[in-house]
């Protein structure tokens, strides 16, 4: 029998949900565009229900990695190399269960050691998928504090302006999901980022389309 659900995600065989069809519709035509956003909500707000519905509506036409930062250790956000491993086992894991094959032995393939590496090799499984791919991360507060994390959104955002001006394969979408909005972050981007941006001080999610789906449930 289905029963109600208050924390954590709801899933349509086991829980009573609203339909959201068409908050999704709306959500499914930012992606379609190619645009990155945020759902900056509180808790129990849907975020994480959202998305896996989301993943579910797309999967015909989109290849979407589902990232969570949920149970990420402090330890993944220590280092470098603690960042790009616990990302790469995550995208690795994502590959394997679309059954993007070659895509997953090119990754695993790859060494990792700054972020141009894991710019090139982002470049590098996304040309090996057979469909566009649709990043889509949750939990995002967990790393917002760290600088690594902050560098891996700047690399993401220079992916972004560079796949117009020079042909720059990355993802079609990227939507980034918790309680902060990360478009406000401003903090010091160094030299070390893949391509510095010109102010460095500027948000690294500047690119971000305002996001105007209302999830509230009220009719």
């Given at each position: ?61 989109y290849d979407c990695l589902d990232i969570s930062f949920e149970t990420s250790l402090e330890e993944d956000f220590d280092s ?85 001006k020079k042909g720059e394969i990355t993802f079609q979408s990227v939507i980034l999901a918790g309680l902060r909005d990360v ?37």
């Amino acid at each position: 029998m289905k029963k109600f659900n208050d924390r954590g995600p709801c899933f349509r065989q086991v829980h009573y949900m609203a339909d959201i069809s068409d908050k999704i519709e709306e959500i499914t035509e930012l992606v379609d565009g190619g645009d990155y956003f945020v759902i900056s909500k509180p808790r129990q707000y849907g975020k994480t229900t959202t998305l896996c519905v989301l993943a579910q509506t797309l999967k015909d036409r989109y290849d979407c990695l589902d990232i969570s930062f949920e149970t990420s250790l402090e330890e993944d956000f220590d280092s470098s190399a603690n960042f790009f491993a616990y990302i790469k086992r995550k995208f690795v894991d994502n590959l394997k269960e679309l059954a993007e094959t070659e895509a997953a032995k090119c990754l695993e393939g790859t060494e990792l050691l700054k972020l141009l590496d894991l710019s090139d090799a982002i470049s590098a499984f996304i040309n090996r998928c057979s469909k566009p791919v649709v990043l889509m991360v949750d939990e995002v507060d967990a790393g917002t504090d760290h600088k690594i994390f902050i560098k891996f959104l700047s690399l993401l955002r220079d992916k972004f302006i560079n796949r117009g001006k020079k042909g720059e394969i990355t993802f079609q979408s990227v939507i980034l999901a918790g309680l902060r909005d990360v478009t406000k972050l401003k903090p010091e981007i160094k030299k070390e980022s893949a391509i510095p941006p010109d102010d460095e001080h500027v948000s690294p999610w500047n690119i971000a389309t305002q996001f105007k789906v209302d999830m509230s449930l009220g009719y």
